[in-house]
């Protein structure tokens, strides 16, 4: 399956996206179906983890899909804190970047090279904003 999403801590408050080959938009779309039902029914905020490592190529139409007001929705989307990106090619992750300003830029995020680094980051996030 090109992606699919589990929970990632026993707590659910970490969900875990793996996108593998060349994933498809119907594919996204279920798994945001359900990472939707699954956040409205969290106790607190749900953070995520992004995993692209295993991802061949991104749907060609990736930049119009976000501009779509569906996706107006990432920008306020209650009940979700972090975003990790997982991948270690410095060039995508300066693209990831230039995507997120433009599209999302209310949405905080981060990048790390693997699953267990992603997830260091968002315990990181979460100790600083009890302190903060």
Request: charged fraction near 25%; proline fraction near 5%.
């Amino acid at each position: 399956m090109g992606v699919d999403i589990s929970w990632h801590d026993p707590a659910q408050t970490v969900i875990y996206w793996k996108f593998t080959d060349r994933w498809s938009w119907s594919e996204f779309d279920r798994a945001w179906s359900t990472c939707g039902e699954w956040i409205a029914a969290a106790h607190e905020p749900v953070d995520f983890i992004l995993d692209f490592q295993e991802s061949t190529l991104m749907p060609p139409d990736i930049m119009s899909r976000f501009r779509q007001p569906a996706y107006e929705r990432l920008q306020n989307f209650q009940g979700q804190n972090m975003n990790v990106v997982v991948f270690d090619d410095f060039f995508l992750r300066i693209l990831a970047i230039t995507f997120m300003k433009v599209f999302v830029p209310r949405m905080i995020y981060a990048f790390a090279t693997n699953s267990e680094d992603a997830a260091k980051l968002i315990d990181d996030f979460r100790r600083q904003d009890r302190v903060g």
